[in-house]
């Protein structure tokens, strides 16, 4: 049977790969939701706007939202579908494009209803990275403490 770690790992990969894979779908087609494609190049227009460095290093709003997008689908995919160290390298490049999110919202004003979606999922990854960095429990470390504990009360008996 698989620890509780190792399922909170494979649902949170699952989950947040599936968000990720949709989101970004949206951002780069109108084939989900032409209403929400909309809302997107509206929100990327105002961004880019808002950074004119980055119109300076010639980043246009289109280009913006499909880098965002296309990051966010591959992750996604990569959260979903591929097993091993992958994942968390996944994990953490969308850690940094919901931090140029929330970094975005806050540059044009935009109020929390607008980008408590960012907030809630940068938390998901976060916890979902720490997870899966834990070192997992070793049977050999346990034994090499004890055996340490053990020569140390050995020597405190001797020495008394």
Same mark, same amino acid.
């Given at each position: 049977?698989?620890?509780?770690?190792?399922?909170? $790992?494979?649902?949170?990969? *699952?989950?947040? %790969?599936? *968000? =990720?894979?949709?989101? %970004?779908?949206?951002?780069? @087609?109108?084939?989900?939701?032409?209403?929400? !494609?909309? +809302?997107?190049?509206?929100? !990327?227009?105002? !961004?880019?706007?808002? /950074?004119?460095?980055?119109?300076?290093?010639?980043?246009?709003?289109?280009?913006?939202?499909?880098?965002?997008? @296309?990051?966010?689908? %591959?992750?996604?995919?990569? /959260?979903?579908?591929?097993?091993?160290?992958?994942?968390?390298? &996944?994990? =953490? $490049?969308?850690?940094?494009?919901?931090? &140029?999110?929330? *970094?975005?919202?806050?540059?044009?004003?935009?109020? /929390?209803?607008?980008? #408590?979606? #960012?907030?809630? *999922?940068?938390? /998901?990854?976060?916890?979902?990275?720490? $997870?899966?960095?834990? #070192?997992?429990?070793?049977? +050999?470390?346990? +034994?090499?403490?004890? +055996?340490? $504990?053990? #020569?140390?009360?050995?020597?405190?008996?001797?020495?008394?």
């Amino acid at each position: 049977m698989a620890s509780p770690r190792t399922v909170t $790992i494979v649902a949170l990969s *699952f989950a947040l %790969g599936l *968000f =990720f894979v949709f989101m %970004g779908t949206i951002k780069l @087609t109108p084939r989900l939701s032409k209403d929400a !494609y909309s +809302e997107m190049k509206r929100a !990327y227009k105002s !961004y880019a706007k808002a /950074l004119p460095a980055l119109k300076k290093m010639g980043v246009s709003s289109v280009l913006l939202r499909k880098i965002i997008g @296309t990051l966010e689908v %591959g992750c996604g995919i990569v /959260l979903t579908l591929v097993p091993g160290r992958p994942k968390d390298v &996944a994990n =953490f $490049i969308l850690l940094l494009v919901m931090l &140029a999110v929330l *970094f975005f919202h806050q540059l044009v004003g935009d109020p /929390l209803k607008r980008y #408590a979606h #960012a907030l809630v *999922f940068g938390i /998901l990854l976060t916890c979902r990275l720490l $997870i899966a960095r834990q #070192a997992e429990d070793h049977p +050999e470390r346990e +034994e090499r403490r004890e +055996e340490q $504990i053990n #020569a140390q009360e050995k020597n405190k008996v001797k020495v008394s």
